[in-house]
């Protein structure tokens, strides 16, 4: 049997030990295992790195600790757009959905596009639509309220800017959650996602949905979950480059995604980091920013839970 492994991220950034108490980094570590374990276990009943990614995305989606899903952080009008995708490194296949709203889980939403549309990606009112032909249940705006996140919005709410999770002046936190796997098979996937900045407006969308920017797998190159400044990764095309290096220069795993992280994308202004697997199961998980919630476990007996550099 080949090594089959997988990857989780709950974002990225100013991640300082001592900044937590310990009781907040034991919440975050547990819920990093929970989903963890979800999606390893996926994996060692032989299902599709697809299913292994969507279980994962789903729990990290639940968790009010990070930005997607539950935890969204609140939008300049007072409400949520979430943005998710997903794809299939073995066919190409792939779903994204931006600015949505009321989904519990904007991960399967994804799959949806990817497996039951012709298309790759919907936005918006016709996202939702879409949705409501599959019978999506629509969650009341209570469900995505948390304090925290409404606090954080309040500070901003009538200035210009905008805010990546968590982010003050000097400290900035990106809470954006991704998966990548490699099962049984020898396949890879990706998934991620996110609510996106804190009173973003005009329909913002960022890397996170964006197949090539902040997600993408192929089984020839890697699968790869991104989480930072989302104008800078759309314009690095973090994901895709990462595959790139590995096709055309031959780059490993761990070499083209720290040539991407720590230096292209950080040459052009970019903070963030990113989870990566190849079809070996080998794992790298870069980053530039102080810390980004992470974990890994693989078939050959690693795990990983790690928040600090
Ligand atoms: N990349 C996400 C975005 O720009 C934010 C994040 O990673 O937290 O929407």
Not at 47 to 76: H, W
């Amino acid at each position: 049997m080949k090594t089959f492994s997988i990857a989780i991220h709950g974002g990225a950034g100013t991640l300082v030990k001592g900044m937590m108490t310990s009781e907040l980094e034991a919440q975050y570590k547990s819920a990093l295992k929970l989903a963890l374990d979800a999606g390893y276990k996926v994996l060692e009943n032989g299902k599709t790195a697809v299913e292994a990614v969507e279980e994962s995305v789903r729990l990290l989606e639940d968790s009010p600790l990070f930005n997607a899903g539950k935890g969204s952080v609140f939008t300049a009008t007072e409400s949520h757009e979430m943005d998710a995708s997903i794809m299939d490194g073995r066919t190409l296949n792939a779903g994204g959905v931006s600015l949505i709203t009321g989904i519990k889980n904007p991960v399967t939403l994804a799959r949806d596009v990817m497996e039951k549309s012709e298309h790759v990606f919907l936005a918006g009112e016709g996202a939702m639509e879409f949705a409501k032909e599959l019978d999506y249940k629509l969650e009341d705006p209570s469900y995505f309220y948390d304090e925290f996140r409404h606090k954080q919005w309040l500070e901003i709410k009538d200035t210009d800017s905008f805010q990546l999770d968590h982010s003050t002046k000097k400290d900035s936190k990106f809470g954006t959650v991704g998966a990548v796997a490699c099962d049984q098979d020898g396949n890879i996937a990706a998934a991620t996602s996110t609510g996106g900045m804190t009173n973003k407006k005009w329909g913002r969308v960022g890397d996170s949905p964006m197949i090539g920017a902040g997600n993408y797998a192929n089984n020839k190159t890697c699968a790869i979950s991104c989480t930072g400044s989302g104008e800078f990764f759309i314009r690095g095309v973090v994901a895709y480059d990462v595959a790139c290096l590995m096709e055309h220069k031959e780059m490993s795993l761990n070499e083209a995604s720290e040539e991407v992280i720590n230096k292209r994308i950080l040459e052009i202004g970019g903070d963030g980091g990113l989870i990566a697997v190849d079809t070996q199961g080998h794992i790298a998980m870069p980053f530039n920013t102080e810390g980004m919630y992470r974990a890994s476990k693989s078939s050959g007996g690693k795990e990983e839970i790690s928040i600090y550099k």
